[in-house]
């Protein structure tokens, strides 16, 4: 999974904006100007924040341990980091990032 393919995804959903409000090594996506998906360009793999329902959080990093972890920089109850490399599989990443994308929108 890439870069692009995150932005592609992101920019599919209704009334996304991109922006980057933490400097150029950053892209954030925003619903009705509330963050729903970090991702930092710097990081190799690639990593994504994405807000999740506190309980599926905590369940997450059990299942995936070094692939989601709690949110760098972010409230680590409500938000994971997901490390984008061939453990996690593109249906999972795309599910997750909908499902922040959902839990913002509300």
């Not at 807000?51 to 920089?73: C, M, V, W």
């Amino acid at each position: 999974m890439h870069v692009e393919w995150v932005r592609d995804l992101c920019l599919s959903f209704d009334d996304v904006e991109e922006c980057q409000p933490f400097g150029p090594e950053n892209i954030v996506y925003k619903i009705k100007g509330k963050m729903f998906l970090l991702i930092s360009l710097d990081d190799i793999p690639p990593r994504i924040n994405v807000k999740t329902d506190p309980d599926q959080s905590i369940e997450l990093r059990e299942a995936y341990p070094d692939n989601i972890l709690p949110g760098f920089h972010m409230n680590k109850k409500h938000w994971n980091t997901l490390v984008l490399n061939a453990r996690l599989s593109p249906s999972l990443v795309q599910e997750l990032i909908k499902a922040s994308y959902d839990l913002v929108r509300k």
